[in-house]
Structures are given as structure tokens and as C-alpha cells.
């Protein structure tokens, strides 16, 4: 127990637990609780636009140059954005399906009305003038100025140039990568000094919320929280259990293989923890070394697959809590720039968060403080998060080498059976576990 205490996740349970009794047992208490996770989302919301830049900056350099790494490069991009996209459109169409926010009725302005006046700013800056207006308002007056002001589709068009630009240069380019690599790292340090005041973050987003609309809040929560998890297990199931089949192998028997790893990620929440043992136990499986050492780390930043899920599904149930109608070009609008945001959306704790603000930022027709609401339960949400990143970037690797023709089936079919197969010097950097053989062919 004490070292449950002490880990950030249960001092997390404990403040959700301790806001829900005081939100039933003192509502007027409760409700004066507020500030406490507006002043969180304020803190993570201050370094969104120069974050954004370098994680993007960094996804795009990081990827190498396309002609230099050739098709394996160009296919591993194609198959993370259309994998991305039946996630983003699965999160969609599920949150429509199930409503897991109608009926919450919570009013924006009841959650931070001052808040509200920069989105009503940016919501003048994107709708008004058409479509050519608005084409024209996503390049800045200049690039200060669009980090500056916190428009985050200025700030993303000017990361993705400069990305390209980067990764054109080549080893030129390279003490700039290195700097903005480095500077994504201390800001991602940063976030997580901001992270450790989560709990009284979620103490007051929870306390409040059922102060001020009751125990029934706490059902559409759990709702989401539930609906989030069903949605992972379909996705992994059906569309990367699919793509498995396709390729030639069983997701489950992959799984199993990967079992210490995802273990260690549904501990920590976070996919980087395991990053390395993950290119050894692929390498061990007959998988060309170039293929990993491409897809792997591009993947982290560029295949997000339960992460989009995440965006769409979170933006819509904001939506529908606050009463807020989307018309057919805003959840276009939000496809368009979840594809964008959520790539280098790294598995660290509070990362979540701060991709949902940039993209609820982006689309001023949902209130982007509907994130106080999504804050209570993010973080039993991001269990899931970390543990279908993972799974999507490992399938990825196994189908982008099975299309390119880099695995030895053989070796592979004989390491997820858990038959012997000859040492490799990977066997040495992961402890592994034989895979039980099962009990039918």
C-alpha cells in the first residue's frame, strides 16, 4: 500500500476518490474547487505551441531522408496514415453510436467563462472570410508571432516546412535535429514536473463536476472510460488482427511473445519504457535490422493507433457534454488535424492531455475547457493508450517486413511457437520467454 501511495496513478485514485465525496457529500465546497483544474490545464496549455513544434519537427527529421531509406520509408508512411485514419474513424463512429457525453448538459461557461473569450478569438480568426481567408490565416505574420498568439495550425504549418527542410539537409541538418530533440526532451521534463500536481488537478476537475451536476456525471465518465477500452480491443482485434492474418502470422500467438513488455507498459503507462526490448525481441524474430531500426522509432511518433482513437472519441464526447452541435466540416476539421497532432505524441504521461488541446484549440466550435471533464479519468484511459500504441507499431513492423519481404518466416513462426531457434546477439539485451505451444493446431 505505501508504495501505491507514493506512485503518482495512486495518488491519482485517491484525488478522484476524495473529489467524488466531495462532491456528493459538500457540492457548494466542491464547486469552489475549480480553480484547481483550470490552473492544471492552464500549466500544460503553456508550452502547447512550442511542444507541438518539436515533437512534430522531430517525427518528420527523425523519419530520414525518404530517397536515402527508400520504399520501406514510403510504405511505412502510407500504412501509418491509413492506419491512423480507421482509428480516427473508429473513435468517431463509436462516440456517435454509444453518446457517452449526452445528457451531462454541462454548461462551457459555467467551467471557466474567461477562458472562453480566446477561443471565441480564434473562432473569428478560422470560420469567418471562406475558404480562401481562411487558407490565408494559417500562415503567420511571422513565425514568433504564431507561437506567440498560440495558434496552433500556424505553429503546425511552420513545424511541418521546417521538418522537411531538416530532414533535406541531412548530416548538415544534424546539430539543429539534435538541439530540438534535446529541447522536446527538457519541455517532456517539464511536462512532467507540471504532471506531478495531476492529482489535485483531477481533484478538482472530479469534485467539481459532481458538485455541480450530480452523481450522474460519474456515468458517463465511467461510460467513456469503457467505451475507450472497448474501442482499443476492437481495433486490435479486428483491424490489427487482420493485418496479422494478412501478413501471415497470429496476433495472438504475437502477443504472448510480447507479453513481459506489455506487462512493464501497463504498469508505466508509457510505451518508451520498453523501447529497446522491443527492437531486440523483433530482430530476434527474423526481421531485417533496417526495417526495425526505421519503423520502430518512426512509428513512435507517426502510428498512434489507440491514440487517435483517444482524439476523435474525447473532442466528440466535449462535444456532446457541452450540448455543442459539429456539423459534417468540423469532424472533418478534426480528422484533419488529429492526423497532424497526434503524431510525436510520445507515451509520457500528460502527453494526452496536451494533443487534445491543440486540437480542440484548432477547432473553436467545440469549447476546448471541456478538457476538465476528460481530465478526471485521462489517466485510467491512458492504460490503454500505451498498451495499443505499442501493439500497433509492433504489428506495423511485422507487416511493413512481411510487404518488403524482410522476416524469415521460418525463424518467426518458430520464435512465436516458442520452438528453439539458433542465438542471435539480440537474445542477449531481452530476457526471453519461452511461448507456451497451444493446445491446438
Known amino acids: 500500500m505505501p508504495k501505491f501511495l507514493k506512485s503518482l496513478f495512486g495518488q491519482v485514485v485517491i484525488a478522484l476518490l476524495l473529489g467524488v465525496a466531495i462532491g456528493l457529500a459538500a457540492p457548494e465546497f ?3 474547487l475549480k480553480p484547481l483544474g483550470d490552473a492544471f490545464i492552464k500549466l500544460i496549455k503553456m508550452i502547447i505551441p512550442v511542444l507541438v513544434f ?60 474567461k477562458a472562453m473569450s480566446a477561443y471565441a ?29 498560440g495558434d496552433v495550425l500556424q505553429v503546425l504549418l511552420f513545424a511541418v516546412i521546417f521538418g522537411c527542410a531538416l530532414a533535406m ?21 517539464a511536462m512532467g514536473i507540471i504532471i506531478r500536481v495531476a492529482p489535485l488537478g483531477v481533484l478538482g476537475a472530479i469534485a467539481f463536476t459532481v458538485g455541480k451536476y450530480g452523481a450522474g456525471s460519474l ?46 507498459v501497463f504498469a508505466t503507462t508509457s510505451s518508451d519504457s520498453v523501447l529497446p526490448q522491443i527492437m531486440s525481441k523483433l530482430k530476434r524474430m527474423g526481421i531485417r ?7 520502430i522509432p518512426t512509428g513512435y511518433s507517426f502510428n498512434l493507433d489507440a491514440f487517435s482513437i483517444y482524439i476523435t472519441l474525447a473532442a466528440v464526447f466535449i462535444a456532446q457534454a ?35 488541446a491543440a486540437t480542440l484549440q484548432a477547432i473553436p466550435a467545440i469549447p476546448a475547457i471541456g478538457l476538465v471533464l476528460v481530465l478526471s479519468v485521462d489517466w485510467f484511459m491512458g492504460i490503454a493508450r500505451a498498451l495499443g500504441n505499442l501493439i500497433g507499431n509492433c504489428v506495423a513492423t511485422v507487416a511493413i517486413a512481411a510487404w ?29 520467454t519461452p511461448v507456451p505451444a497451444p493446445a491446438h493446431a
Open 30 to 32: 466542491a464547486i469552489k
Open 54 to 113: 518539436c515533437v512534430v519537427v522531430h517525427g518528420i527529421a527523425g523519419a530520414g531522408d525518404l530517397k536515402r531509406v527508400g520504399r520501406v520509408g514510403v510504405k511505412a508512411l502510407i500504412y501509418f496514415e491509413v492506419v491512423t485514419t480507421i482509428a480516427l474513424g473508429l473513435g468517431l463512429v463509436l462516440a456517435f453510436v454509444f453518446e457517452p457525453g449526452v445528457g451531462m448538459n454541462v454548461d462551457p461557461q459555467a467551467l471557466d467563462a
Open 121 to 149: 478569438d480564434n473562432a473569428s480568426k478560422l470560420t469567418g472570410g471562406g475558404t480562401v481567408d481562411f487558407l490565408m490565416k494559417l500562415i503567420p505574420t511571422t513565425v514568433v508571432n504564431a507561437f506567440a498568439t
Open 169 to 189: 539537409l541531412g548530416e548538415r541538418g544534424a546539430p539543429v535535429a539534435g538541439f530540438i530533440d534535446t529541447l522536446s526532451h527538457v519541455l517532456f521534463k
Open 219 to 264: 456515468k458517463q465518465l465511467g461510460m467513456l472510460v469503457v467505451l475507450f477500452y472497448g474501442a482499443v480491443i476492437v481495433f486490435v482485434v479486428v483491424v490489427l488482427g487482420g493485418i496479422m492474418r494478412l501478413a501471415g502470422f497470429n496476433l495472438f500467438k504475437f502477443l504472448a511473445y510480447l507479453r513481459e513488455e506489455l506487462a512493464v
Open 289 to 295: 535490422d533496417s526495417t526495425v531500426g526505421l519503423v
Open 322 to 356: 457541452t450540448n455543442t452541435p459539429i456539423s459534417m466540416t468540423d469532424l472533418l476539421t478534426i480528422l484533419a488535424i488529429s492526423l497532424v497532432t497526434s503524431k510525436g505524441a510520445h507515451g509520457v504521461p500528460g502527453s494526452a492531455i496536451v494533443v487534445l
Open 404 to 432: 518488403e519481404g524482410d522476416i524469415d518466416r521460418e525463424r518467426a513462426h518458430a520464435v512465436l511457437d516458442g520452438r528453439p531457434v539458433p542465438a542471435t546477439e539480440d537474445d542477449a539485451d531481452v530476457a526471453v
